[in-house]
């Protein structure tokens, strides 16, 4: 099986930056598109950032100039670097990924975590 575990939430000003963490571990052989989805109180989940296997990035409209997402293939890790954080993004962020999950016959799968609170406020 494949896990992934979230860190780096908490409490920030506005104003302020958070890096959030998300690694995975289990049978990976390698892992596709790696992505920060978000839900806030009351609202649906929506993608924050993606990162496919080849570096290329997209983000949501809201936290362009503002958030940056990597990745580090040899941990198994992606980041979520948050800047010049506003009270509209507290939320719960999760992470999610397509993974390629060994042994053979190879399974691909969707992974999510179990998501970090990140709270924006004075």
């Known amino acids: 099986q494949v896990q992934l575990v979230e860190s780096g939430g908490g409490l920030v000003q506005p104003g302020g930056s958070l890096r959030v963490s998300c690694a995975a571990s289990?049978?990976?052989?390698?892992?596709?598109?790696m992505g920060w989805y978000r839900q806030a109180p009351g609202k649906q989940r929506e993608l924050v950032a993606a990162?496919?296997?080849?570096?290329?990035?997209n983000y949501a409209d809201s936290v362009k100039g503002r958030f940056t997402i990597s990745r580090d293939n040899a941990k198994n890790t992606v980041y979520l670097q948050m800047n010049s954080l506003k009270p509209e993004d507290t939320a719960v962020y999760y992470c999610r990924e397509t993974v390629v999950a060994g042994p053979t016959p190879y399974r691909y799968l969707e992974v999510w975590g179990q998501g970090t609170l990140v709270t924006v406020s004075s």
């Open positions: 289990g049978s990976i052989f390698s892992i596709n598109a």
């Open positions: 990162i496919t296997s080849g570096g290329s990035t």
